[in-house]
């Protein structure tokens, strides 16, 4: 199976996954052995890539700007041979003898690094609000989260998600619609429960009719496109009074918010950010820690097995495609509070980068928000970039989180297995 | 994509009704092949009427329901009017066509090898870019102009369809994630070059590119007619080699036998000697070499200069094309030729009834939904469900 194959079933299970984990250190399979010199290859092109680029830049002393005084300086150049070496040696490294367990944890400081490198760069000379990019980063990322955290329940319980842009753009629809007339609150609720019809329908598709899962998807994103962008234009450009709510203010949490770097960054959000946070780690506590949790990855994993075993497999799905639906639908309605309107196509593309932060994520909720906050952070930085005056096209840092994901995936992405029902339908007894 | 063609139609000669009689329903079954797009385009005929009915708000106020059925009658009528009746809705099916016809041969080649092809848009931005720049920058004799500029744009198309192709192959990169990626990362450069004194066109600060030379833009179709509103090319032409081409690779060559007997199950064309990384580059190389076709014969034949956005949404509505033509070459000439009629009509549909041209897209979506639902056809239209197939299937992530 090494031959590619890609995000297929290896074949053997979370356990055999786990041994293989603890026994890495010790032994390495031939595929692992690639894997490192992948990562060791992308190591090695990011210590090319900061030496032809950033060590070439104008020079002079970035100045990040944390709290409202607080800043430091650094010196873009000094930095960008710090940033090189490290990563030549880290690549060296990861390609003579591997990093064994450390890779997660290197691979991330690698990143960071490499990302303050690249913003000194950009503001060499300048001066740059930290915290609020990080701020802006969070808050991109939002309804990426959202989108994968639907995605990750979608396909832990066997069923394909392509629809997730469908879901946002119907809850992002619906909540401007319905918040229009009500207020944002119902609108919301309005999104979580026409989302879920629409993962409700994906579900009664794919397993009453035995559709592909892949081309219900698609229809349903290319239907709710058409549907909104119809009813947009038909209905809403000549009756604005229905398209136009209050947009959702930040909510200061007390005592929180005045810790200093971490406040301002975590603790001055919206509501979606904090309700983002917490259902990950709702989500992750479920899925691996409650009965709940264990049938829906068995529903997903070997769903004769678990209706042998008394789980009732096509409710389960049912039902976590209906919370999967909301969850993303409530995610759709962050464009509703963020933009106060509707506009055809608002969600442009972004259900496809939940898409991707998924599988890039690996099906597991953190490891989403890892990926989406690399997302989110590269939107926020492009913005911030376009702001100062720097002689970089935006394009390319546009560009740049696209073209880190496809790096970075290519160096790890072997090995990454989904669930192994996933996209078979399945008969009940 | 198991066995994206099962016809359902197969068994003829099945035991009909008892009493020898064949039924209205059984003649239904039997001619399923044809029976089954044409409940589905009228399935989905049937609710975009109530589309249309309901989002007429101002009319439903006032009761007038007898204004309403007026619209929905002329909406319908302007469809296919604005499709086929006379030479010019036939020139703007033949436009819309074109393109939707190459982008859908390039998501169905990746079906046939069990891939997923979602970069149609970002091969199309990368041809487009390099056609456009032979078509501009050279003022050579339209014989080597034009092969010239349309052979960039393939080997554009080519470049950054092998991209995937390696990355899986070799890497294991799910093809989803990357084709996403890289129309991402091509908008950005089609942005950026559009903005350079390579391509921007003099005394504009927009980003868009000098105009194509005449000796570079693709001749017109029906120039014979001495109509110049007439903007149908030989793209189109192209376009039918091109299926021509998919046709006789898929079916005839020993490639397209092994392309697709990877789709159908690439452990067992592993295990009987194929190389399934080759394949899978190959399959992506095409694919890219049909889009970057497309991205040419828009820049160089309707447009004439390139934009930011001139690919569109046409990568996506590939998809569409692909699934309904159930990646067959006859399959998808005729899906692209549906979809490009209904995008010229829904224009005239649009601009005579004020119904927006977005319907289209809602027509498209049900109708690829209810081909890809035989069962649920069946159980809504009550026809026996004997030799219910599931419809076409493809594997996603997984297997």
Known sequence: MSEGIGLKNTGHGPGTDAYLGMVDSVTRTPDEIKRSRNLGIAYLIGAVITVAVFVQGTGGTATFNLDNDASFGIGAIPLAWICAVSLAVLGGVQISRGTANFQSALLGVAAVLFIFTLMAWAAAGQSFSLTGTLHDALKASTPLVFGALGGILCERSGIINIAIEGFLLAGAFTSAVVGSVTNLWIGMIAAMIVSSLLALLLAWLAIRFLVDQVIVGFAINFFVLGLTSFVDARVLTSNPEYNGVPTLAEWKIPLLSDIPIIGPVLFEQTIYVYLGLALVALVTWALFSTKWGLQTRAVGEHPKAAGTLGVNVLRRRYVNLAVAGAITGFGGSWWTADVGRFNENITNGRGFIALAVVLVGRHHPVGALCAALLFGFSDALALKFSFLSTSIPSEFLELAPFLVTLIVVASVGRGHRVPAALGQPYEQQ | ?399
């Open chain 2, 1 to 399: 994509m198991t066995d994206v063609q099962s016809p359902p139609d197969a068994p003829t000669d099945s035991p009909s009704d008892p009493n020898g009689k064949r039924g209205l329903r059984d003649r239904i079954d039997t001619t399923n092949a044809i029976t089954l797009p044409l409940l589905a385009f009228i399935s989905a005929l049937v609710i975009g009427t109530i589309v249309i009915a309901f989002s007429d708000i101002d009319k439903l106020q006032d009761g007038d329901f007898g204004g309403i059925l007026t619209t929905i009658k002329d909406a319908y009528l302007a469809l296919p009017d604005g499709a086929f009746n006379g030479w010019r809705p036939i020139n703007e099916t033949i436009v819309s066509t074109t393109p939707l016809l190459l982008a859908g041969l390039a998501v169905a080649i990746t079906f046939r090898a069990g891939l997923f092809n979602i970069g149609g848009t970002g091969q199309m931005l990368v041809g487009g870019m390099c056609s456009v720049y032979v078509g501009f920058s050279m003022n050579g004799p339209s014989i080597i102009q034009i092969p010239l500029a349309v052979g960039a744009g393939m080997l554009g198309g080519i470049i950054w369809g092998i991209i995937p192709g390696i990355l899986k192959a070799r890497a294991g990169v799910h093809e989803v994630i990357s084709t996403i990626m890289l129309n991402f990362i091509a908008g950005s450069l089609v942005l950026y070059f559009l903005k350079t004194d390579l391509f921007v066109r003099e005394g504009r600060s927009d980003p868009i590119s000098k105009l194509v030379t005449p000796e570079g833009t693709l001749p017109k179709l029906f120039a014979f007619l001495d109509r110049p509103e007439l903007r149908a090319h030989i793209g189109f032409l192209f376009a039918l080699a091109a299926a021509f081409f998919f046709w006789w690779l898929i079916e005839k060559t020993k490639l397209g036998f092994e392309i697709r007997a990877e789709g159908a199950n690439s452990n067992a064309a592993q295990y009987a000697g194929m190389k399934p990384a080759f394949l899978i580059i190959t399959s992506f190389a095409v694919a890219g070499g049909f889009a970057g076709l497309a991205g040419a014969s828009e820049v160089l034949g309707t447009q004439g200069r390139a934009t930011q956005g001139f690919a569109g949404d046409i990568g996506f509505d590939a998809i569409a094309v692909a699934l309904l033509g159930r990646s067959t070459p006859v399959g998808t000439v005729l899906a692209a030729l549906l979809f490009g009629a209904l995008q010229a009509g829904g224009q005239r549909m649009q601009v005579e009834t004020g119904v927006p041209v977005d319907l289209v897209l809602i027509l498209r979506a049900l109708i690829i939904l209810f081909i890809a639902a035989p069962l649920l056809m069946k159980a809504i239209w009550r026809i026996s469900a004997k030799g219910a197939s599931s419809g076409p299937s493809f594997g996603g992530w997984g297997s």
